[in-house]
């Protein structure tokens, strides 16, 4: 990494401040001694509570997100060596998706650290999966520059392996589900459509509705457009008739 290049810890800030502190904790849960804290206390930085934009966590969670993107598919690789590629690519899309994040996130408690502005403190950020998730790739991306791919690798299999191991088939999410389906009676693609979204911009939800020709519509609401429409077809799953 280039000298002067923000994702580098500041010369002279190695040393936990007050406020740093708290995170040691974080650090244990992570299973990581960290040389430069800096690192992790801008993976949980908010934002909002940081004016200076190159020092939230954002361009850490670009890195992270690369980061566990890599670890997850050399395990998949690993553990299934005579799967193809295409069951491969559905346990990884499945396995790096926001939710996944947010559910490792809420495990290790990450909202607890998060460094937030009191306004998005009040608003619920700390439980908002959203930025749960974005933050988990940064604290990855922190790891990694820290203690390397080792390191990041580590953490990544303690909390990803478990998930991995829950069903030995290939996932199958509901969309692709619900457009075989149709597809198998040679009717139109199901149709989404979003007809409403809600809440705070950090942590929006949106309600969307499912269309097959043939069949009532469902509809189903989530914190991603994704997210809903994953559960829209899964309440259409259920609705036709055996």
Same mark, same amino acid.
């Given at each position: 990494m280039a000298a002067g290049d923000p994702l580098r810890p500041a010369a002279g800030r190695d040393r936990m401040s007050e406020p740093d502190?708290?995170?040691?904790?974080? #650090?244990? *849960?992570?299973?990581h001694t960290f040389n430069h804290p800096d690192i992790l206390r801008r993976a949980v930085t908010h934002a909002s509570a940081e004016p200076r934009a190159w020092n939230a966590y954002e361009r850490l969670e670009f890195l992270g997100d690369r980061v566990l993107a890599l670890a997850v598919a050399e395990q998949l690789l690993d553990r299934f060596p005579h799967e193809r590629e295409g069951a491969i690519a559905k346990r990884h899309v499945s396995l790096v998706r926001r939710e996944t994040l #947010?559910? *490792?996130?809420?495990?290790?408690?990450?909202?607890?650290?998060?460094? *937030?502005?009191?306004g998005?403190?009040?608003?619920?950020?700390?439980?908002?999966?959203?930025?749960l998730s974005d933050s988990m790739e940064a604290v990855i991306a922190a790891l990694y520059l820290d203690g390397g791919l080792a390191?990041?690798?580590?953490?990544?299999?303690?909390?990803?392996?478990p998930l991995l191991e829950m069903d030995h088939r290939p996932p199958q999410d509901?969309?692709?589900?619900?457009?075989?389906? #149709?597809?198998?009676?040679?009717?139109?693609l199901p149709v989404y459509t979003t007809v409403e979204q809600t809440g705070p911009a950090h942590a929006p939800e949106f309600? *969307?509705?499912v269309v097959v020709e043939g069949l009532a519509p469902q509809r189903a609401s989530g914190?991603?457009?994704?997210?809903?429409?994953?559960?829209?077809a899964a309440a259409m799953l259920e609705a036709i008739p055996q």
């Amino acid at each position: 990494m280039a000298a002067g290049d923000p994702l580098r810890p500041a010369a002279g800030r190695d040393r936990m401040s007050e406020p740093d502190r708290d995170l040691s904790h974080l #650090a244990e *849960v992570l299973g990581h001694t960290f040389n430069h804290p800096d690192i992790l206390r801008r993976a949980v930085t908010h934002a909002s509570a940081e004016p200076r934009a190159w020092n939230a966590y954002e361009r850490l969670e670009f890195l992270g997100d690369r980061v566990l993107a890599l670890a997850v598919a050399e395990q998949l690789l690993d553990r299934f060596p005579h799967e193809r590629e295409g069951a491969i690519a559905k346990r990884h899309v499945s396995l790096v998706r926001r939710e996944t994040l #947010a559910d *490792v996130a809420h495990t290790i408690d990450l909202g607890r650290y998060l460094i *937030v502005s009191r306004g998005e403190d009040d608003a619920g950020a700390r439980a908002s999966d959203t930025i749960l998730s974005d933050s988990m790739e940064a604290v990855i991306a922190a790891l990694y520059l820290d203690g390397g791919l080792a390191a990041a690798q580590k953490f990544i299999l303690k909390h990803w392996n478990p998930l991995l191991e829950m069903d030995h088939r290939p996932p199958q999410d509901p969309k692709t589900g619900l457009q075989e389906w #149709a597809q198998g009676r040679r009717l139109p693609l199901p149709v989404y459509t979003t007809v409403e979204q809600t809440g705070p911009a950090h942590a929006p939800e949106f309600t *969307v509705e499912v269309v097959v020709e043939g069949l009532a519509p469902q509809r189903a609401s989530g914190k991603s457009k994704r997210l809903a429409e994953q559960l829209a077809a899964a309440a259409m799953l259920e609705a036709i008739p055996q």
